[in-house]
């Protein structure tokens, strides 16, 4: 008997259990396919709808509508070119804006209520 068998337990080799043959391999495969669909549901449709509404927000774009910019400055558009517009943010003040800057169209009106 060794002296050290009454401080440390000896390991014995277990045999591992066999694996069962391919009642895992469905679950690889599906938790990643299942990630991945959360996923698109989750982040990508809606994103992508978002983008989408914009871009129609952005091409009805007309002369007179009162907008909104990401930076929020708010105006009344005067011109409209390719890629830029003309707004006028206040009596006599213009400045030039990217069409894809504009964050929202406002209801008519509603600068001169404010």
């Known amino acids: ?7 440390v337990t000896a390991a014995h080799a277990q045999a591992a259990p066999a694996a069962s043959p391919g009642g895992a391999g469905i679950f690889d495969f599906a938790l990643p396919l ?3 669909v959360a ?3 989750i982040l990508l449709r ?7 509404e914009h871009k129609t927000m952005v091409a009805a774009l007309a002369k007179g509508d009162e907008i909104v910019t990401n930076g929020g ?3 009344k558009i005067l011109e409209i070119g ?4 003309t707004v006028e ?13 504009v964050g929202m169209v406002l209801p008519k009106g509603t600068l001169k209520s404010a």
């Open 1 to 7: 008997m060794n002296p050290l068998d009454l401080f």
């Open 89 to 101: 943010i206040a009596k006599g003040t213009e400045v030039k804006v990217q069409r894809q800057a």
């Open 34 to 36: 299942i990630f991945f």
């Open 73 to 75: 400055i708010a105006g």
């Open 82 to 85: 390719d890629t830029f517009l």
């Open 39 to 41: 996923i698109y549901f």
């Open 46 to 52: 809606p994103q992508m709808r978002r983008q989408k």
